[in-house]
């Protein structure tokens, strides 16, 4: 199982915002400060029907400050976890595949992140979604749809449930 | 350097490409943040902010994934309550041959000839409430002034939660300054910064505000625009 410290997300992702990040990722793992969520994610290469099965544990960071939760805590919920679920995902993507977020557009009412590989090659945009649950194959499918319309050339969609521990992975091109 | 709100930053760490994709892409995020978090206005200046650096890129570095900065452009103008902005996007797009002709720019210019007179009619209503406190500049008394300061700014600030943040700022600092209030003139200043961030008078403004109450920030804020835009930036004006 790999690991990943989600303190490190600003030296590996400068162009991530931890501060929105890391908080939102302790509020939907409804997890504390400096302890470890597990993510079972599948990862659905180009073309593939079925998923390979890779299991991933994420450190939260241990110094999010406490009313940055709580600010959290009472806003839009589900604007949240689609935060969080970046960070989940661009995690992933850091320690499995070695790709960043070089960038970040605004498309809809979501954020298209542009990912390049740490020789600076450009990699993609990836959409995220995040969801309360047990499975995030319904959200996945509305990712794909979104990120169908993103100009550019690989896309990549990504779905979290939260509270199922799943994450969701489906490369398109 | 120039901070608004919640630490967000007016300037980039310098006038290149890499960075300023880096500060557009924070002020993306902090304007996400800021719609959870923060008022309305907040989420507009933030927003305002990240599109003049879409625009600034898109001038900068022609070629480069253009649709993308303008789809995040039109995006951001409609954050922003700028409707005029996103009108100059679609005409860049109109006289671009790579651009012309994209279906995303009908669905768009029908948004925004909708919504720009809203805009236009938001500005007329912020010009007669200035126009109303600039008529009470003879009124002796200072309270009733400072009263209907008050009452003026309020009105700006209720436009601001639906409006383009550049001139609800501008007309809240003429005032707050024309008051010595200059705390919250300085506030206003940021924000403006924010939302037009190589407007050389603003940072003069600023400076000269900031030189009234504490000339180490004055000299800060100078030398800060010194390292971003050269050592004679002010001859610009």
Redesign the interface.
Same mark, same amino acid.
């Given at each position: 199982m790999q690991t990943y410290n989600l303190a490190k997300l600003r030296a590996d992702q400068?162009?991530?915002?931890p501060?929105?990040v890391l908080p939102a990722c302790l509020l939907a793992c409804e997890a504390a400060p400096g302890t470890t969520s597990s993510f079972e994610l599948a990862y659905f290469a180009p073309g593939a029907q079925d998923p390979k099965v890779e299991r991933f544990s994420l450190v939260h960071a241990a110094d999010v400050s406490a009313s940055d939760v709580e600010?959290?805590r %009472?806003? $839009?919920h589900e604007?949240?976890l689609h935060?969080a679920a970046a960070g989940v995902i661009t995690a992933i993507l850091r320690v499995r595949d070695d790709l960043r977020?070089?960038?970040?557009?605004?498309?809809?009412p979501w954020?298209?992140l542009?990912l390049q590989r740490l020789d600076g090659r450009a990699d993609g945009?990836l959409v995220v979604f995040g969801t309360q649950g047990a499975d995030p194959d319904g959200v996945l499918a509305d990712v794909v749809k979104h990120v169908h319309g %993103?100009? $550019?050339g690989r896309k990549i969609a990504g779905a979290v449930a939260f509270g199922g521990g799943k994450a969701a992975i489906r490369v398109l091109s | 350097m120039i901070t608004f709100a919640f630490g967000a930053e007016a300037w980039p760490k310098s006038l290149t490409v890499p960075d300023v994709e880096r500060h557009k892409s924070l002020l993306i995020q902090e304007a996400m943040y800021a719609r959870l978090t923060q008022p309305a206005m907040v989420f507009r200046t933030l927003s305002r902010g990240a599109l003049y650096w879409e625009r600034w890129l898109l001038e900068k570095d022609p070629g480069r994934c253009d649709e993308e900065r303008v789809l995040s452009g039109l995006e951001l103008a409609r954050d922003a309550g700028d409707w005029k902005e996103a009108e100059l996007l679609l005409a860049h797009c109109e006289a671009s041959p790579d651009l012309g002709g994209r279906p995303f720019l009908e669905a768009w210019s029908v948004i925004v000839r909708d919504r720009l007179q809203e805009q236009v009619d938001n500005e007329q209503r912020l010009e007669i409430a200035f126009q109303k406190f600039r008529g009470a500049k003879n009124v002796p008394d200072e309270a009733a002034r400072a009263e209907l300061a008050r009452d003026v700014m309020a009105r700006a600030s209720e436009i601001g939660q639906v409006g383009s943040p550049v001139p609800v700022n501008a007309l809240l600092v003429r005032i707050s300054a024309a008051q010595g209030w200059n705390e919250e003139a300085e506030g206003f200043y940021a924000a403006l910064l924010v939302c037009r961030p190589l407007w050389i008078p603003y940072i003069v403004q600023l400076s000269e505000l900031q030189a009234k109450t504490d000339l180490k920030r004055a000299f800060s804020t100078i030398e800060t625009a010194k390292s971003l835009l050269g050592a004679d930036f002010w001859l610009a004006t």
């Open positions: 400068p162009n991530l915002w501060p929105l600010v959290l %009472a806003a $839009g604007d949240v935060v977020v070089a960038r970040v557009s605004k498309r809809g954020l298209d542009h945009v %993103a100009p $550019g | -």
